[in-house]
């Protein structure tokens, strides 16, 4: 896992770092080893310094303790004491313990914790000068008996050691080791900051011409100052700036070309949508004039049908309640009520189908009364609330907008009652003679959607093309769980018309 401090860090400092941690370890390691070791050696050169001197003494010391001589004794471990400055301390006392002679160092500054002691120990030579039978002993080459010797021990001696001296000069020994150490790892840091300075600049340098490629200058002089892999580095940036800027003047070259290809492209394809839009207008014209014509046949000819098949169905169960009663005459009668039931029931969807083919409320009523006409309609069939807002004369409206407006007006409906989801929806109408404009909003409190990633519907790109095909504007403005708003705006320019 890649630790979060070494993500921010820089070429240069890594490098210094892979190469300073070894050395700093090693350097730790070995300055602690050094302290320790010389500690260590202090505490050995004393424990053996000071049992070989109590051992020394003790020895040295019985003729005087038994003899009672102390103050030679005393002159001796003084010397002892003011020669050597390791001894804190030195103490003779008798078999029962009681002090003898001391001596404490006048130079010593401390002491350890313990003392190192030695028995200070009588011989006793016992020479038996009688034999076994009481006569008085003569040796002989052959006698193998040895005298008898027994030990007693008649006092102590006790040394007290003192480590300032040794460690003053064990401690000058470790800052020499120190010092040479620091130096040491100086040196590694000087040369650690050489190597990652020798891997940095260039890589800088690189750095700085890619930005200023990356900026648009491709004229980058970037010499080859070093070798391995940066250098590899520097070199194919040198190469990459002379390939850039050739494709930089044949793109300039191709865009200049394209830009007049794109040009033309416009112009002909502002001619094409002028063309589509007046197709568009066109095709919905003859949309609406053979939805007329539908409607008008769908009126005349199959209501009239209609009509004269409920009406012979009527005259069959009329004749059938004149005949004798019976099981097929009750059955004869019970299809002509169906047939006639049938009848009416085509009738009526006739009559809604010739209202959606061709609204006869707008030609009546005009785009107001139609409108409002078609949300009652709508209001009475749903569980959404509709409300209504009109301002302006919409009587001066020619029948092409009109019947564009109520087309739209009621794609936009039925989106609302399929997809909104929605319990109330408002409807706007104003026209504005100033501006000379029909503007259109539907908004409802749906459950919306996201316009940057939802594709439109069929409804949305139906009413766009009538839209543009009248040269306005729509804007669909929607977020999730914030309903939906649709703005249209038509021009009155040339759809017009004034009765």
């Known amino acids: 896992m890649t630790l979060r401090f070494w993500r921010s860090w820089s070429i240069g400092r890594r490098m210094a770092f892979i190469t300073m941690l070894p050395v700093a370890l090693l350097f730790t390691s070995f300055v602690w080893y050094s302290w320790y070791s010389h500690r260590a050696q202090v505490a050995e050169e004393l424990t053996e310094r000071g049992r070989i001197l109590a051992t020394a003494l003790a020895e040295t010391s019985e003729y005087n303790l038994i003899s009672g001589n102390l103050s030679d004794l005393r002159l001796t471990i003084n010397g002892l004491v003011q020669s050597d400055k390791s001894i804190y301390r030195i103490d003779v006392v008798d078999a029962s313990g009681k002090a003898a002679v001391g001596v404490v160092s006048d130079t010593a500054v401390d002491s350890e914790g313990h003392y190192y002691e ?11 000068l009688f034999s076994d039978n009481g006569t008085p002993h003569v040796s002989a080459s052959s006698d193998s008996r040895p005298p008898t010797m027994t030990t007693e021990v008649v006092g102590w001696v006790r040394v007290q050691m003192s480590p300032a001296v040794m460690m003053a000069k064990q401690a000058h020994r470790f800052r020499v080791e120190l010092a040479m150490a620091a130096l040491g790892l ?32 491709y004229h980058v002089n970037l010499p080859v100052a070093t070798g391995g892999e940066v250098g ?14 050739e494709s930089k003047k044949d793109l300039e070259n191709k865009v200049a070309e394209r830009t007049r290809d794109l040009v033309a492209s416009r112009n002909e ?8 839009r007046k197709l568009i207008q066109k095709v919905n014209s003859i949309i609406e004039e053979e939805r007329k014509g539908i409607a008008i046949e769908i009126h005349d000819e199959l209501n009239a049908s209609l009509i004269a098949v409920r009406l012979e169905a009527q005259a069959i169960g009329a004749l059938a309640a004149k005949a004798p009663p019976g099981p097929e005459v009750e059955q004869v009668q019970q299809k002509a009520q169906s047939i006639t039931k049938l009848a009416l029931d085509l009738y009526a969807s006739g009559r809604r189908l010739v209202r959606r083919l061709r609204p006869e409320v707008l030609e009546m009523l005009g785009l107001h009364g139609a409108v409002e006409e078609m949300l009652r309609h709508y209001d009475s069939g749903s569980r959404i609330d509709f409300s209504f807002h009109s301002e302006g004369d919409f009587s001066k409206l020619g029948s092409e907008l009109a019947i564009s407006a109520y087309r739209i007006v009621q794609e936009a409906l039925s989106n609302v009652m399929k997809h909104s989801g929605a319990t109330s929806a408002e409807v ?5 003679d100033a501006d000379r404009v029909l503007s259109i909003e539907v908004a409802d409190n749906g459950q919306g959607f996201d316009t940057g990633t939802a594709s439109e519907g069929i409804g949305i790109i139906g009413m766009r093309e009538r839209v543009d095909a009248l040269g306005g ?7 999730p769980g ?7 705006a038509l021009p009155l320019s040339g759809a017009t018309a004034v009765s």
Do not use: Y
């Open 118 to 128: 030695a028995p200070i120990k009588k011989q006793i030579l016992w020479i038996n």
């Open 186 to 217: 100086a040196a590694a840091g000087a040369l650690a900051w050489i190597l990652a300075r020798s891997l940095t600049v260039p890589l800088k340098d690189a750095i700085d011409a890619l930005r200023q490629i990356r900026g648009g200058d």
């Open 232 to 245: 590899e580095l520097q070199a194919s940036i040198g190469e990459m700036s002379l390939a850039l800027d």
């Open 269 to 276: 394809a502002l001619r094409a949508n002028d063309d589509k």
């Open 428 to 432: 706007s109408l104003i026209l504005s």
């Open 473 to 479: 504007s729509i804007e669909v403005h929607s977020e």
């Open 482 to 488: 914030k309903g939906t708003t649709v703005v249209i």
